[in-house]
């Protein structure tokens, strides 16, 4: 079986983005609504189908409840799961044998890494990254910049704020 050629396939019937910049190695573009686009590598090698998205980079804080999320839904992921590298940066990875590759296979892998990014992707800012977030929010409300991308975590702000008070004003 040419399993590059399967995943190809898949990838069109998909009707996804993506580039096949060498062979058997596929880069997906995978749309989403909280985080914007999750960027997929699929590959083909002699014994598995590798899968691989980045998720976020390493957590500026709070890194023991951070790494708790992730490994509490671990347990109840298909197909990938949480994973550091060398940096600490969050990643969704996988490997699926080659004897089950299949376009409704890769159509699944490929719904569950978007799954997984887009749906968790605002919890692991507010575990990982809150000060970071309230920090922008305040520079952006000062310079009259737009928070839109930001809306999802107006919780952070309002509970800081109610906690701490407003932000000092130099």
Known sequence: MDHEAVVEAALKSAEVTYEHPRPGAFLVRLPGQHKLAT???????????????????????????????????????????????????VHLVGRLPLSAVSAEEIDRLLGCVLTYADEWFDRALELGFASSIRREWDWRVKRGESLANLRAFAGIVERDRRENGPPATP
């Open 39 to 89: 960027m997929t590598w699929l590959t083909v090698t002699d014994q598995a189908l590798l899968v691989e998205a980045f998720f976020c980079r390493r957590p500026d804080e709070n890194h023991t409840e951070f790494y708790r999320w992730l490994l509490n839904k671990n347990g109840s992921m298909y197909g990938v799961h949480f994973a550091l590298d060398s940096m600490g940066d």
